[in-house]
């Protein structure tokens, strides 16, 4: 990890735009859930579709591609890679670093947020704040590896980052069985589903499917766009 990178990718993430809208996200969170902590309902359905549908499905993949886009897609855009890359950097030292700032960043904005939601609708009963947090954890670093990888690889990164999360997961991998398995939301919660009490959080992929699809998505994004970034270097030196 070069802090150099890390402090000038630190500083890209939190500038004044962005920075709102990574505060924007949890802080709807948790307004949703001190007003639904007061409600009279069933406490499990209520803080199952508050982290689970709107935290872990919607808004955690929303702040992940805004994260890892953001690391080094804008670098990208503007031409500001250019100095970047004339530093004696492995390219993979360079991906690798902004990929672990992204992931701290996305765990800040996300994790910590969805812990705090979780105990305000359902405290600590049963592990389900906890197995929403660790979700979170680990959706966070697939999502951070996934769209820092289409940064680096396409102009529209945003574009299919949201076809991936919104089309592809929230609607198709909810009502199609089969799509289940290629969904890092549902990867994440068959995590917290382990985490927590039996049945308390529902799944519908197994645990180790999901852990191996976790590892291996995060690995092959890292790979390839350590790959597609020393590409970009031999095509400036040329």
Do not use: C
């Not at 890359?85 to 902004?98: V, Y």
């Not at 700032?101 to 969805?114: C, E, N």
């Amino acid at each position: 990890m070069n802090p150099t990178v890390a402090r000038l990718t630190l500083r890209g993430l939190l500038g004044r735009r962005r920075g709102v809208l990574l505060l924007v996200v949890p802080a709807l969170l948790l307004l949703v859930s001190a007003i639904a902590s007061g409600s009279s309902g069933d406490k499990h359905d209520l803080a199952v579709k508050i982290l689970g549908q709107l935290g872990l499905g919607t808004l955690l993949p929303i702040l992940g591609l805004v994260v890892g886009t953001g690391a080094i897609a804008t670098e990208i855009d503007d031409g500001s890679i250019v100095y970047l890359l004339a530093k004696p950097l492995p390219r993979w030292k360079i991906i690798t670093t902004k990929l672990a700032v992204a992931v701290g960043t996305t765990w800040v904005f996300a994790a910590v947020p969805t812990l705090l939601a979780g105990l305000l609708l359902y405290g600590t009963a049963d592990g389900l704040a906890v197995g929403y947090t660790v979700a979170a954890l680990v959706a966070g670093a697939a999502y951070s590896a996934l769209f820092l990888l289409l940064g680096v690889v396409t102009r529209h990164a945003v574009v299919a980052g949201l076809a991936y999360a919104l089309v592809w997961e929230s609607l198709i991998g909810n009502f199609v069985g089969g799509a289940r398995t290629l969904s890092i939301q549902q990867w994440g919660l068959s995590v917290a589903g382990a985490v927590a009490e039996d049945g308390v959080i529902p799944t519908y992929v197994g645990l180790g499917v999901a852990v191996s699809l976790l590892l291996v998505l995060t690995v092959a994004a890292t790979l390839l766009a350590s790959v597609r970034l020393a590409g970009l270097t031999l095509a400036a030196e040329e």
